[in-house]
């Protein structure tokens, strides 16, 4: 297995700590894999303007995102 590290903010690194508890896993590793796949299949749903949207379907509005740069 390959280990890299890096540095991050205060900022980003209280929101791993929150997305760990959101995940249900304990590790910062485990964190980065599964942002990762929730990115994979953000991507491949696109639209052509690089936009998704998330639609909660509980009376929450839509909220779009864009995955351009």
């Known amino acids: 297995m390959t280990v890299t590290s890096f540095d991050v903010d205060d900022r980003t690194a209280a929101l791993i700590a929150q997305l760990r508890e959101t995940f249900g896993v304990k590790t910062n590793a485990a964190v980065i894999r599964k942002a990762l796949a ?3 299949v953000a991507s491949q749903h696109a639209d ?3 936009m998704i949207t998330i639609a ?5 509005p839509a ?3 864009s995955l351009a740069g």
């Open 38 to 40: 929730l990115a994979k």
């Open 63 to 65: 909220v779009k995102v």
């Open 48 to 50: 052509s303007d690089h």
């Open 56 to 60: 909660p379907g509980d009376g929450k």
